[in-house]
């Protein structure tokens, strides 16, 4: 029995009927949560099972698509964001969206996430990791990186610059690391391997950004250094020109 005060549990069928239970309630209804949660959709025999949107009132996040025994699975869009109260004052910061398949409550088989900085992943993933094929592209500076994802990171694949210019090979911490292949627009290739080294910063530099919510790509936290298998000295310079 909820306490004087406290958020009692309501449903509201699409008769209108209130109840203080969903047991037994069969097709589309309205329940408010004790913890100020919302679902407004369809429920079998008590249950979320169908298409319905549950709103989150803790952090403001939002769910609309599938259910199945009350939880996100098949095709669904979730929009993530973070409450903010200042002095009784109620915003939100808006952290993401992704769209794409579910299954009991995680991100799971082929979906596109969108992150607020405008970087975008589109592939698949595994119980709320990136895994296996995927695309993640940069909107401030047009870069790709296109390959195999483990656990939330491109282990093998490319890096892809807007001229055409591009790497193959293996990644570590989502950039370059070891063996790989630099491919030129005029046909020219150029064989070698990265290695990454720990970015010594300034005095008057932060430190490196942590990966940000859901797993956008942050700023490097190596500085990446190039070792040409070739005497191509001009090539090798080029490479180590580009924007790293």
């Given at each position: ?8 549990y ?8 209130t109840k ?12 408010f ?5 919302k ?9 979320r099972?169908?298409?319905g949107i ?6 403001g996040?939002?769910y609309e698509?599938?259910w199945?025994e009350?939880a ?9 964001r ?21 299954e009991n ?6 979906g ?5 900085n ?8 595994r119980?709320?990791d990136?895994?296996?094929?995927g ?9 790709k990186?296109?390959g ?5 990171e491109i282990k093998?694949?490319?890096w892809?610059?807007?001229n055409?210019l591009?790497f193959?090979?293996?990644f570590k ?6 063996k790989?292949v630099w ?8 064989h070698?391997h ?6 010594e ?8 950004e942590?990966d940000?919510?859901d797993?956008a ?13 070739a005497?191509i000295a001009?090539a090798?310079?080029?490479v180590n020109?580009?924007e790293?």
């Amino acid at each position: 029995m909820a306490e004087e005060g406290e958020k009692k549990y309501k449903l509201i069928t699409e008769n209108r009927e209130t109840k203080d239970t969903s047991r037994g309630c069969t097709g589309k209804a309205t329940a408010f949560y004790t913890n100020g949660d919302k679902y407004e959709g369809d429920f079998l025999d008590g249950i979320r099972q169908g298409r319905g949107i549950y709103r989150y009132d803790v952090n403001g996040n939002n769910y609309e698509g599938d259910w199945v025994e009350n939880a996100k699975h098949g095709i669904g869009k979730m929009i993530y964001r973070k409450k903010n109260d200042d002095d009784g004052k109620i915003t939100f910061t808006e952290l993401g969206e992704y769209h794409g398949y579910w299954e009991n409550n995680r991100r799971h088989g082929e979906g596109v996430f969108t992150y607020p900085n405008g970087d975008i992943y589109s592939g698949w993933w595994r119980f709320g990791d990136k895994e296996g094929k995927g695309t993640y592209i940069f909107k401030e500076t047009g870069m790709k990186m296109h390959g195999d994802w483990e656990k939330g990171e491109i282990k093998r694949g490319c890096w892809i610059y807007p001229n055409g210019l591009y790497f193959e090979g293996e990644f570590k911490n989502n950039k370059p690391e070891g063996k790989g292949v630099w491919y030129f627009k005029n046909g020219n290739k150029l064989h070698g391997h990265y290695e990454q080294k720990p970015k010594e910063l300034g005095e008057d530099e932060d430190p490196p950004e942590e990966d940000g919510e859901d797993g956008a790509v942050a700023k490097p936290k190596f500085d990446l250094v190039w070792h040409t298998e070739a005497k191509i000295a001009e090539a090798a310079a080029n490479v180590n020109s580009v924007e790293q």
